[in-house]
């Protein structure tokens, strides 16, 4: 499911790290870099408050951490902005080499 997000570039990588706190304005910004989706998956590396209290009130969002992500948030989520930890996380979580990830970003 995920391969087909890329193939349709439905997938694009973002910096979590910007979020000392938590930002309506800076999640509004990051997603108006995205083209404003109207639905939005946030795929994370680990759980990360600041995050997940800047985008909670959006609706239409949703912030997983790579462990807990299923098949369904992928298929509803919309457009993935994914950190790429948290890629690699997936990546090892279902048995893929790190190599053909980083292929598939790129």
């Known amino acids: 499911m995920l391969c087909g997000k890329f193939q349709d570039s439905e997938v694009a ?3 979590a790290s910007g979020f ?16 404003s989706p109207r639905r939005a998956l946030i795929v994370l590396a680990q ?9 909670r ?3 239409g969002l949703k912030v997983r951490t790579a ?13 993935v902005l994914a950190e790429s930890a948290a890629l690699e996380a997936l ?13 598939g970003v790129a």
């Open 13 to 15: 990588l973002f910096d």
């Open 20 to 35: 000392d706190a938590p930002s309506a304005k800076a999640a509004r910004e990051l997603l108006a870099k995205a083209g």
């Open 47 to 55: 759980p990360n408050v600041n995050v997940w209290k800047s985008f």
């Open 57 to 59: 009130n959006f609706p």
């Open 67 to 79: 462990l807990e992500l299923c098949a369904y948030d992928v298929i509803s989520g919309g457009l």
């Open 91 to 103: 990546a090892t979580r279902v048995g893929v080499s790190a190599k053909a990830t980083a292929g």
